[in-house]
């Protein structure tokens, strides 16, 4: 499967941005967690949300909890990363993973098999 994220950009400081993650040769349905992660310059890469297909639950990071929601579209083989109230401590690549991560590992980027290429978020104050 191939991963091919979008819908990053410049955004001012309060502002919203939706990122999508649309999969390719494979469907979404094969993995057991879909997540997005973050990379800002010179540091590592980070857990921002998760979806986990048994149970349909939701994780996310203290640092976007409450202004973020990550959810899927399986008619469109796409997962969704939705971000409000953006800060420019969001600034970041944002990458999209699939994999199949047990319960203990869903914020682990280790456990994510596939990645997409990421896309640029970027907030000014």
Same mark, same amino acid.
């Given at each position: 499967?191939?991963?091919?994220?979008?819908?990053?950009?410049?955004?001012?400081?309060?502002?919203?941005? $939706?990122? +999508?993650?649309?999969? +390719?040769?494979?469907?979404?349905?094969?993995?057991?967690?879909?997540?997005?992660? $973050?990379?800002?310059?010179?540091?590592?890469?980070?857990?921002?949300?998760?979806?986990?297909?048994?149970?349909?639950?939701?994780?996310?990071?203290?640092?976007?909890?409450?202004?973020?929601?990550?959810? $899927?579209?399986?008619?469109?083989?796409?997962?969704?990363?939705?971000?409000?109230?953006?800060?420019?401590?969001?600034?970041?690549?944002?990458?999209?993973?699939?994999?199949?991560?047990?319960?203990?590992?869903?914020?682990?980027? $280790?456990?994510?098999?596939?990645?997409?290429?990421?896309?640029?978020?970027?907030?000014?104050?």
């Amino acid at each position: 499967v191939q991963l091919q994220a979008s819908g990053g950009g410049l955004v001012q400081d309060g502002g919203s941005l $939706r990122l +999508s993650c649309a999969a +390719s040769g494979r469907t979404f349905s094969n993995y057991g967690g879909l997540a997005w992660f $973050r990379q800002a310059p010179g540091k590592e890469r980070v857990f921002v949300a998760a979806f986990r297909k048994s149970g349909g639950y939701t994780y996310y990071s203290d640092s976007v909890k409450g202004r973020s929601t990550i959810s $899927r579209d399986n008619n469109k083989n796409t997962v969704y990363l939705q971000m409000n109230s953006l800060e420019p401590e969001d600034t970041a690549v944002y990458y999209c993973a699939a994999g199949n991560p047990i319960l203990s590992s869903i914020r682990s980027a $280790r456990a994510y098999t596939t990645w997409g290429q990421g896309t640029q978020v970027t907030v000014s104050s």
